[in-house]
């Protein structure tokens, strides 16, 4: 590689900085909090908005130590003529004013289609490591001291053999640090849902062999009736890595995948067939369960594959088509 090559990069990279300091934001604009985790305003300075941005880079890079240091914003693009090009669009359209509640700043997040059918949508790295960390430590400080209570509540579900994992649930009153408040407002900047209609976090975990056969979020109208409201997407957020098995399943994914109800024994334990996605820390992986028009997408049928090695952490978020927490927007 030349040297005038480097040179433009490193230059570039500076240009970047300024302009993703001055439009791009880390989502959401919240205020700071005492842990330190990186959060800024509408109204931020232009510095602390640049730090929105280079912060969890150089959060993740000291806490593992071993990676070399990588200049802000560089895994982004995969080309300079990429970076060049996104500098310039910036330029030439900075955000817009705002409506009264919108924001002054831009957001950003890779997002990537995994299918129509249903829509799942993955946003990979939407949570730090540090992030992921914290909400664990929290979820695990719940589960043992209520590892009894939580029995009582799971005893049915856990004769049964359908779901067999532990899990709690947490709101944002549960975290003083702000970290579950911080999620929940950039998956609703995100998705453009409210985080009122969002329900509290089911927080689970995943020891060896456990697992969630494969089951519908919302209340299927066919066997429960009408709903006077209906968990219309699901948000798995992904707080840890697991080291084999896991996976979460789609079995009935793809335009003719309920094809595969018809015949004999469909089998809701299986981890064959379908969409499989590997649990990776910090990714969150949105689905519908209802289609445009408000009906159920049969597509939605997903489960947890059993744990083979190690230990998985996920958060659930479940969205109504109604105000579920008050306030309501
Ligand atoms: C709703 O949308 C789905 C998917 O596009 C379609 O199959 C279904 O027929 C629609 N139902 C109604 C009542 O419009």
Same mark, same amino acid.
């Given at each position: 590689?030349?040297?005038?090559?480097?040179?433009?990069?490193?230059? @570039?990279?500076?240009?970047?900085?300024?302009?993703?300091?001055?439009?791009?934001?880390?989502? /959401?604009?919240?205020?700071?909090?005492?842990?330190?985790?990186?959060?800024?305003?509408?109204?931020?300075?232009?510095?602390?908005?640049?730090?929105?941005?280079?912060? #969890?880079?150089?959060?993740?890079?000291?806490?593992?130590? &071993?990676?070399?240091?990588?200049?802000?914003?560089?895994?982004?693009?995969?080309?300079?003529?990429?970076?060049?090009?996104?500098?310039?669009?910036?330029?030439?359209?900075?955000?817009?004013?705002?409506?009264?509640?919108?924001?002054?700043?831009?957001?950003?997040?890779?997002?990537? %289609?995994?299918?129509?059918?249903?829509?799942? %949508?993955?946003?990979?790295?939407?949570?730090?490591?540090?992030?992921?960390?914290?909400?664990?430590?929290?979820?695990?400080?719940?589960?043992? #001291?209520?590892?009894?209570?939580?029995?009582?509540?799971?005893?049915?579900?856990?004769?049964?053999?359908?779901?067999?994992?532990?899990?709690?649930?947490? &709101?944002?009153?549960?975290?003083?640090?702000?970290? %579950?408040?911080?999620?929940?407002?950039?998956?609703?900047?995100?998705?453009?849902? #409210?985080? &009122?209609?969002?329900?509290?976090?089911?927080?689970?975990?995943?020891?060896?062999?456990?697992?969630?056969?494969?089951?519908?979020?919302?209340?299927? /109208?066919?066997?429960?009736?009408?709903?006077?409201?209906?968990?219309?997407?699901?948000?798995?957020?992904?707080?840890?890595?697991?080291?084999?098995?896991?996976?979460?399943?789609?079995?009935?994914?793809?335009?003719?995948?309920?094809?595969?109800?018809?015949?004999?024994?469909?089998?809701?334990?299986? @981890?064959?067939?379908?969409?499989?996605?590997?649990?990776?820390?910090?990714?969150?992986?949105?689905?519908?369960?209802?289609?445009?028009?408000?009906?159920?997408?049969?597509?939605?049928?997903?489960?947890?594959?059993?744990?083979?090695?190690?230990?998985?952490?996920?958060?659930?978020?479940?969205?109504?088509?109604?105000?579920?927490?008050?306030?309501?927007?």
């Amino acid at each position: 590689m030349s040297r005038g090559y480097t040179t433009s990069t490193l230059l @570039c990279f500076c240009a970047l900085s300024f302009i993703f300091g001055r439009f791009v934001q880390e989502i /959401p604009g919240l205020p700071q909090t005492k842990s330190g985790f990186t959060q800024s305003g509408g109204a931020a300075s232009k510095t602390s908005r640049r730090q929105a941005i280079e912060k #969890p880079v150089q959060q993740a890079q000291s806490h593992h130590q &071993s990676g070399k240091p990588q200049a802000p914003g560089k895994k982004l693009f995969t080309s300079f003529e990429e970076a060049v090009a996104a500098t310039e669009a910036l330029l030439r359209a900075p955000p817009v004013k705002p409506a009264h509640t919108g924001n002054e700043f831009y957001s950003s997040q890779p997002l990537q %289609i995994i299918s129509w059918y249903p829509r799942i %949508i993955l946003f990979p790295g939407f949570i730090d490591e540090q992030r992921c960390a914290h909400f664990v430590k929290l979820a695990k400080a719940r589960l043992a #001291p209520s590892a009894l209570a939580m029995r009582k509540t799971e005893e049915d579900q856990e004769t049964e053999d359908v779901r067999t994992s532990q899990g709690t649930f947490m &709101s944002r009153h549960d975290d003083l640090e702000g970290v %579950i408040s911080w999620i929940e407002e950039k998956a609703a900047q995100l998705t453009g849902l #409210p985080v &009122s209609h969002g329900e509290p976090f089911n927080v689970l975990r995943y020891q060896l062999g456990q697992h969630y056969d494969s089951h519908y979020d919302i209340f299927e /109208p066919e066997s429960y009736g009408p709903q006077s409201s209906q968990r219309m997407a699901t948000i798995l957020f992904y707080l840890s890595d697991v080291e084999e098995g896991g996976d979460t399943i789609f079995p009935l994914e793809g335009r003719y995948g309920q094809e595969r109800l018809k015949g004999t024994g469909f089998n809701y334990k299986s @981890c064959e067939g379908g969409y499989r996605y590997k649990p990776r820390r910090g990714d969150a992986l949105m689905f519908y369960s209802m289609h445009p028009n408000g009906t159920f997408d049969k597509h939605a049928l997903h489960g947890g594959c059993p744990v083979i090695k190690g230990e998985k952490w996920v958060a659930t978020k479940w969205i109504r088509d109604k105000c579920f927490s008050p306030p309501c927007m």
